[in-house]
């Protein structure tokens, strides 16, 4: 899973997908005569997606609240999280004002961040949704900051250890007392099976997924053995 699929399965309707479109990103749009997107030269490196005017954002990777997040900031309301380990950084922009998160703070996968909205630090008239745009991690100047994105399809989200949800296998699969394959082995769950988990370990080449009762393989680097709901 990708942070754009969880963002659907929370709810979330694609309005603008730059991956749909060539060359990378060209979008060029323009609404009573304000072209959003001259900045960069007519390119948009992000994904607009829509739930409804005030939805709960939701924290696509864990991370730490960094430089770049304000409430007047590039994209208006805006609010970007880095994580290190996974090698990149996610703007949440066009949010609702007053946000609850500060520089510095950490947050985990799936925690609420903010609201969706429609702010933007032109004042140009724009409807309510979620502009979220995914980088390599480390700081970039400001139009370099505005106008870099990468696609999101790259981005496995086992490779989180918060990450969190429930994965439905699609064959028989062994819950094992610790995450490894020579783990004991405590007992075998059926295809489409629905397990809850809360975290990720990367261990022995596969990823395990953390439930209740012990640790499932979810698959390997270039395998996965169901999917997430």
């Known amino acids: ?81 880095a994580n290190e380990a996974l090698g990149i950084q996610v703007i949440y922009g066009h949010l609702k004002r007053n946000l609850t998160v500060n520089i510095g703070e950490r947050v985990k996968f799936g925690q609420t961040i903010a609201r969706q909205g429609n702010t933007n630090n ?45 994965f439905i296998p699609r064959f028989n699969m062994n819950i094992r007392k610790t995450s490894s394959l020579n783990g004991k082995i405590l007992k075998v769950v059926k295809p489409n099976s629905q397990l809850s988990f809360n975290s990720v370990v990367f261990k022995d080449g596969h990823y395990w997924l953390k439930l209740k009762e012990g640790y499932v393989s979810s698959g390997t ?5 169901g999917r997430f709901n």
């Open 1 to 81: 899973m990708n942070p754009i699929e969880y963002l659907k399965k929370c709810g979330f309707k694609i309005t603008s997908n730059p991956h749909l479109m060539q060359p990378f990103g060209y979008r060029n749009y323009t609404v009573n005569g304000f072209n959003y997107d001259s900045y960069c030269g007519g390119y948009h490196r992000a994904y607009d997606l829509v739930k409804y005017d005030g939805a709960d954002i939701p924290a696509v990777i864990s991370g730490v609240v960094v430089r770049g997040t304000s409430n007047y900031g590039n994209f208006g309301a805006t609010i970007v999280i």
């Open 122 to 166: 032109l004042n140009a008239p724009m409807a309510s949704h979620l502009h979220i745009q995914f980088q390599p991690y480390g700081y970039l100047r400001e139009k370099e900051f505005v106008c870099n994105g990468i696609s999101a399809k790259q981005i496995d989200l086992r490779k989180d250890k918060h990450f969190s949800g429930v």
């Open 221 to 225: 680097k270039s395998e996965q053995y």
